[in-house]
């Protein structure tokens, strides 16, 4: 049974706010564990992978901020510097530079994306066109929400239908086929167990199944802990209009909280079990200010009793192993 990481590229969407930026790096932090030299890629010049990990990074420098974890911020601006000095050399390094032609480029609708998702191409090939790269077993690609993650993954496909012919058009026509290829590609979801995440993250699963794509896996980020039965919450509810205490009043307070918050959260949760085709993943609330490092090891931690395990005596996916793709 093909598994989440035997697939070379991710791509992790969902509603904004969710925690996706942060499930994308717990899950990079799983695939490095297992061995698989692994890539978390974030979209519009972002950086927040290196920043969870306190490394310093740069546009577009692919950073290991793990053992065998690296992270990459993807300019859309730098991707066509590089794609165009790798096919034209001299000539598309001149045009890189030219403010004229930059500025051009990027007005052309879609073309922010298509560069994008160019260089997340180019980081899963087994033979990639950057010189001197090393080559990922596994490339996971931080997209944006939900909806504009669907249009992400179109955007190959619009371009060569538009283009039909010429180099931009068959570049489009090689990406849209790899992301097409169910044993190549994934889509995953993050949500949290809320009204309107669980409603995009249902809205996405029907999205993809019209373009032709399966979401792979849903992953709820945030989830209460439940610590109290019905009748216990139903005791300290007895307790809390008995007593007068300040103290006791706010404590009382804060456990009934959490027991309704944790019961609202069942309850969505069970809408989106309802909704999707595979049981989701779960992944605790984090009582912490700040996710870090250490938060990331627990999240993987969580992640991993989820996700199938590797058999027994398997040796990890390595570079050579898969197939190559259409350069």
């Known amino acids: 049974m093909r598994q989440l990481l035997d697939r070379r590229l991710i791509f992790v969407t969902g509603k904004g706010g969710v925690g996706k930026s942060t499930v994308a790096t717990a899950l990079g932090l799983v695939a490095a564990r297992r061995g698989l030299r692994t890539i978390v890629a974030e979209l519009a010049s972002q950086s927040r992978v290196a920043g969870s990990f306190r490394r310093p990074s740069e546009p577009f420098a692919e950073t290991e901020v793990a053992d065998g974890l690296y992270a990459i911020s993807i300019d859309p601006q730098l991707a066509m510097e590089e794609y165009l000095r790798v096919k034209t050399g001299a000539l598309g390094q001149m045009l890189g530079s030219s403010r004229l032609f930059g500025a051009l480029a990027m007005a052309t609708p879609g073309m922010?994306?298509?560069?994008?998702?160019?260089?997340?191409?180019?980081?899963?090939?087994?033979?990639?066109?950057?010189?001197?790269?090393?080559?990922?077993?596994?490339?996971?690609?931080?997209?944006?929400?939900a909806g504009h993650g669907v249009?992400?993954?179109?955007t190959?496909?619009?371009?060569?239908?538009?283009?039909?012919?010429?180099?931009?058009?068959?570049?489009?026509?090689?990406?849209?086929?790899?992301?097409?290829?169910?044993?190549?590609?994934?889509?995953?979801a993050v949500t949290t167990a809320e009204e309107m995440p669980v409603n995009e993250t249902l809205w996405l699963a029907g999205e993809l199944e019209r373009q032709g794509l399966t979401l792979e896996e849903?992953?709820?980020?945030?989830?209460?802990?439940?610590?109290?039965?019905?009748?216990?919450?139903?005791?300290?509810?007895?307790?809390?209009?008995r007593t007068r205490r300040a103290a006791q009043l706010e404590a009382l307070d804060v456990a009934l909280w959490?027991?309704?918050?944790?019961?609202?959260?069942?309850?969505?949760?069970?809408r989106l079990r309802e909704g999707i085709p595979r049981a989701p993943l779960e992944l605790?609330?984090?009582?912490?200010?700040?996710?870090?490092?250490?938060?990331?090891?627990?999240?993987?931690?969580?992640?991993?009793?989820?996700?199938?395990?590797?058999?027994?005596?398997?040796?990890?996916?390595?570079?050579?192993?898969?197939?190559?793709?259409?350069?």
């Open 112 to 145: 922010r994306e298509l560069l994008s998702i160019g260089k997340v191409w180019e980081l899963a090939q087994l033979e990639r066109r950057t010189r001197g790269a090393d080559a990922y077993d596994l490339v996971i690609v931080d997209s944006p929400a």
């Open 151 to 154: 249009g992400l993954l179109r």
């Open 156 to 188: 190959p496909r619009s371009f060569a239908e538009m283009a039909r012919v010429g180099p931009i058009a068959h570049q489009a026509q090689t990406i849209a086929r790899t992301i097409s290829d169910q044993d190549f590609t994934a889509v995953v």
């Open 218 to 241: 849903t992953i709820v980020n945030a989830l209460y802990p439940e610590r109290f039965t019905a009748a216990e919450a139903r005791e300290l509810a007895v307790l809390r209009g």
């Open 258 to 270: 959490h027991h309704g918050r944790a019961g609202a959260q069942r309850a969505q949760l069970a």
């Open 284 to 327: 605790p609330f984090l009582f912490c200010e700040r996710v870090g490092s250490q938060e990331l090891v627990t999240l993987a931690d969580a992640l991993e009793l989820g996700l199938a395990p590797a058999a027994a005596g398997d040796p990890p996916q390595t570079t050579g192993s898969a197939a190559k793709a259409e350069p």
